[in-house]
Structures are given as structure tokens and as C-alpha cells.
């Protein structure tokens, strides 16, 4: 997970029972072999769930980059039709802005300049 830090030491994150020293002779001990084969089944469960965690963690790590790709697609598009505009209403200030040049003699000869 993103923010958490994994675990300073590499002990499993389950409890584990202790075993007595082992020897050929405990091996036969049927406490001792009955303790080990749980262990074992265990620890095979728990790598059936990891590896079932670790095909939908792939699966999903798939689908996002996926989405991501489109959504980056998306955006540039957006972006590009956002420039033209902005670029289109500058264009329209500027026009507006900058009246076009009038002759002296249309002022002079207009109506408003003799005060009509």
C-alpha cells in the first residue's frame, strides 16, 4: 500500500508456535509431526490467498494504467481545445480594443464634429 512501510524484520505476519530442537527421533513424535504438517498447511493456504491477492493486485494495476492512457488522451485533447480558445478570445479583445484608424477628413466631414 502506498504510505505504509513494510515491516522492519521478515518475520511472518502470523504466529508461529514454537517447535522443540528437532531430531529423527521427534520427526516420528506424532505431537511433533501432527504440529509440523498444521504449519505446512497453513503456510500453503496463506500462499494460495497471496498469490490470488497478487493476480487481482496485476489485474487491476492492468486496468488502471489502461485508464490512465485514455484519460491522458482525454486531457491533451482538452487542453489543445482550451488553447484555441483562449487563443480565439484574445483575438476578439485584441479586435475590440484596437478601433480601426479613421481619416482626418472623414472626422471633419463627419456629422458629429459640425455638432449635428
Request: charged letters at 25%; glycine letters at 4%.
Given at each position: 500500500?502506498?504510505?505504509?512501510?513494510?515491516?522492519?524484520?521478515?518475520?511472518?505476519?502470523?504466529?508461529?508456535?514454537?517447535?522443540?530442537?528437532?531430531?529423527?527421533?521427534?520427526?516420528?513424535?506424532?505431537?511433533?509431526?501432527?504440529?509440523?504438517?498444521?504449519?505446512v498447511?497453513?503456510?500453503?493456504?496463506?500462499?494460495?490467498?497471496?498469490?490470488?491477492?497478487?493476480?487481482?493486485?496485476?489485474?487491476?494495476?492492468?486496468?488502471?494504467?489502461?485508464?490512465?492512457?485514455?484519460?491522458?488522451?482525454?486531457?491533451?485533447r482538452?487542453?489543445c481545445?482550451?488553447?484555441?480558445?483562449?487563443?480565439?478570445?484574445?483575438?476578439?479583445?485584441?479586435?475590440?480594443?484596437?478601433?480601426?484608424?479613421?481619416?482626418?477628413?472623414?472626422?471633419?466631414l463627419?456629422?458629429?464634429?459640425?455638432?449635428?
Amino acid at each position: 500500500r502506498p504510505g505504509t512501510s513494510p515491516p522492519s524484520s521478515l518475520s511472518p505476519p502470523f504466529p508461529i508456535p514454537s517447535l522443540p530442537p528437532l531430531d529423527r527421533g521427534s520427526l516420528i513424535d506424532p505431537p511433533t509431526f501432527i504440529l509440523l504438517t498444521e504449519q505446512v498447511q497453513a503456510l500453503q493456504r496463506d500462499k494460495e490467498i497471496l498469490k490470488t491477492n497478487l493476480n487481482k493486485a496485476e489485474e487491476e494495476v492492468k486496468l488502471l494504467f489502461e485508464e490512465n492512457i485514455a484519460l491522458d488522451e482525454a486531457n491533451k485533447r482538452l487542453l489543445c481545445l482550451l488553447e484555441k480558445e483562449q487563443k480565439h478570445r484574445s483575438e476578439r479583445k485584441h479586435s475590440a480594443v484596437i478601433p480601426p484608424r479613421a481619416s482626418v477628413g472623414s472626422l471633419i466631414l463627419s456629422p458629429l464634429f459640425h455638432g449635428r
